[in-house]
């Protein structure tokens, strides 16, 4: 099948790209080995898809070139998702944090893509097994004035087009049929990637370090998460392998192997003045601190501080108060590592966005091939920003191809 453009991967992105491809009168053919068009989209949000974030700008994305994104999400923005919604009837509303979500299910937006790119004449071969990419580079056997051309073997036949987009994800959440196709195809044309890691994700802790917290599981505390510049001020969760929640979520994409967090227990609190204003009290400090946390972990945590015991509060010295008020708002812990790709949101990393042109995600040296979404070396917060980075990404490709 002779077509204008080639997309594979039928997630956010390329739903995105094909539509707009579509709506500028190319003929565009749609590829995915799944068999259901984006199951990323079903899942996301509790099943409600927070489809994009009202404050996205270019700080919430992470790069080894952060400027790069800036272009593309200009170029689309949150209202101009909403304003595909509302051509729909569909119905949204804001969570926390400017985090849009549907009221009814998922699949509202999924039908809504798939009715934009069948309106615009987009032709989608599911449960399609990709086996082979071969490229005719610009030539003179190729004639004067034609383009280079890609073709694509696949278990559903062979296709023909000018313009190919690689719109297949990164590794997370395995099981939507996350692969690193797209990562293969970037080898095979020399296209540099950035390195790869488990994005939005929990962290684990060596057993014997974890063993104090282990049993403390669905504890949940409001803290400020750092790691070097970055600072998130949301839920943390304690789980039986270490921590969750979205401070931790939002940290993990740019904590480093091997170095600690640090973490503020008590950030809406002056602890240093209120364990002055307690040195006559005999009341236990880990009874103190249950005015903030559930007693399990007071407990637990008392334990933990180095060189100093769990004594009523008037034991203490003022040097000794002065370091638990230390420990309490910044609280230092290693992580052994993460719970990888398979309860990861994102992957961090991807194709190198030095090989692309900011403007339409072409590559710079091969002209044709375009790569969107997950599997550029963007990333976004928590909160819907990476499906703004897909629809823009998307968008941005669609209008150039």
Known sequence: MKTDVIIIGSGAAGLMCALQAGQRGRSVVLLDHAKKLAEKIRISGGGHCNFTNLNTKPENFISSNPDFCRSALARYTPQDFIALLQK?????????????????????????LRGECDAAGVKRFMNCEIEEI????????????????????????????????IATGGLSIPNTGATPFGYHVAEQFGIPIAKLKPGLVPLSFAPDDWKPYADL?????????????????????????????????????????????????????????????????????????TQWFPKSF??????????????????????????????????????????????????CGGIDTRALSSKTMECNDVPGLYFIGEVVDVTGQLGGYNFQWAWASGYAAGQAV
């Open 88 to 112: 729909h009837n569909i119905r949204y509303h804001e969570k926390t944090l400017g985090q849009l979500f549907c009221d009814d299910e998922a699949e509202v937006i999924v039908a809504m």
């Open 134 to 165: 071969k490229h005719t580079p610009y030539a003179a056997e190729v004639g004067e004035g034609k383009k280079a051309k890609f073709y694509v073997s696949t278990s559903r036949g062979e296709f023909e087009a000018v313009s190919l987009v």
């Open 217 to 289: 599981t669905g504890v949940s505390l409001d803290v400020t998460v750092s790691f070097g510049k970055q600072a998130f001020r949301e839920n943390m969760l304690v789980t039986h392998r270490g921590l969750s929640g979205p401070a931790i979520l939002q940290i993990s994409s740019y904590w480093q192997h091997g170095e600690p967090l640090h973490i503020d227990l008590l950030p809406a609190c002056d602890m240093a003045t209120l364990l002055d204003e307690q040195k006559g009290s005999k009341k236990l400090l880990s009874n103190f601190l």
């Open 298 to 347: 007071a407990d637990a945590w008392c334990t933990q501080l180095p060189g100093i015991e769990n004594k009523p509060l008037n034991q203490y010295n003022d040097k000794q108060r002065k370091q638990i008020a230390s420990a309490l708002h910044d609280w230092q812990i290693t992580p052994s590592g993460t719970l990888g790709y398979t309860k990861a949101e994102v992957t």
